[in-house]
C-alpha cells in the first residue's frame, strides 16, 4: 500500500517569512512528484512538480526531492495571506499516472 | 488558459439512483482521470482513461462505477446505485502526457 505522510498542521507563518512544507513517501519505485494547492472547498491546483533529486525553483517557490530518503518539499518564500491554503503532495510510481496524495498540511500566513 | 470544466457544480440524488458526473477535459490532453474526496479527508484515485479505455482503476471503482467518452470532448463517471458513502467531491483531471494533471472545480454529489 503506496503511503504518502504529511503533518497535517496548522502551520502558522508570518507574512513575508518562508514556510517549509514536508512530505514522505512509501513507495521507493516512486518516480514523479507533485505539489497542489488547495483552497477550502476548492479543487487541488498544481503548484511545482519535481522529477530529479536535488532543488527546482518556480518564483517564491521551490521543490526539492531527497529519493534516497524519500523525501520531497516545498519552499515558500515571501509568504503571503493568499498562499493560506492547504498544500498537497501527491506522487506517482513507475509505469504508473495514478497520483496518491497526502492528508495535506493546512498553512496560515499571518499578516 | 485552458481549462477543464465539470458539471454539475453540486448534485443531490437519493440513494439507489444513478448519476452522471461531466467533464470536459483540456481539449488537447490525452488522459483523463476521476478522483474524489470525502470531506475532511484525501484525495483518491478512481480511474483513468487513455486512447479509449481505462487504463488503471483503484478498489474503490468498483462494479457500480463506470466511466465514458461519449465524443471528442467529454468524459463522464457514472455511479448506477448510489449509496450513502458515495457523497463527496468527485474531481475530473486531464493530463497531455500522462504525468502533470489539471483539476476540474469539482462535482459536489450528495446522496441522501
Known amino acids: 500500500q503506496k503511503e504518502v505522510e504529511q503533518n497535517s498542521g496548522p502551520l502558522s507563518v508570518p507574512e513575508g517569512a518562508i514556510a517549509s512544507l514536508n512530505c514522505t513517501y512509501s513507495d521507493r519505485g516512486s518516480q514523479s512528484f507533485f505539489w497542489y494547492r488547495q483552497y477550502s472547498g476548492k479543487s487541488p491546483e498544481l503548484i511545482m512538480f519535481i522529477y530529479s533529486n536535488g532543488d527546482k525553483e518556480d518564483g517564491r517557490f521551490t521543490a526539492q526531492l531527497n529519493k534516497a530518503s524519500q523525501y520531497v518539499s516545498l519552499l515558500i518564500r515571501d509568504s503571503q495571506p493568499s498562499d493560506s491554503a492547504t498544500y498537497l503532495c501527491a506522487v506517482s510510481g513507475a509505469g504508473s499516472y495514478q497520483l496518491t496524495f497526502g492528508k495535506g498540511t493546512k498553512l496560515s500566513v499571518i499578516p | 488558459e485552458p481549462e477543464v470544466t465539470q458539471t454539475p457544480s453540486h448534485q443531490v440524488t437519493q440513494m439507489g439512483q444513478e448519476v452522471i458526473l461531466h467533464c470536459v477535459p483540456i481539449?488537447?490532453?490525452?488522459?483523463f482521470y476521476w478522483y474524489r474526496q470525502i470531506l475532511g479527508q484525501k484525495v483518491e484515485f478512481l480511474v483513468s482513461f487513455y486512447n479509449n479505455e481505462i487504463s488503471e482503476k483503484s478498489e474503490i471503482f468498483d462494479d457500480q462505477f463506470s466511466v465514458e467518452r461519449p465524443d471528442g470532448s467529454n468524459f463522464t463517471l457514472k455511479i448506477r446505485s448510489t449509496k450513502l458513502e458515495d457523497s463527496a467531491m468527485y474531481f475530473c483531471?486531464?493530463?497531455?502526457?500522462?504525468?502533470?494533471?489539471?483539476f476540474g472545480p469539482g462535482t459536489r454529489l450528495t446522496v441522501l
Open positions: 483531471a486531464s493530463s497531455e502526457e500522462g504525468d502533470t494533471q489539471y
Open positions: 481539449s488537447n490532453h490525452l488522459y
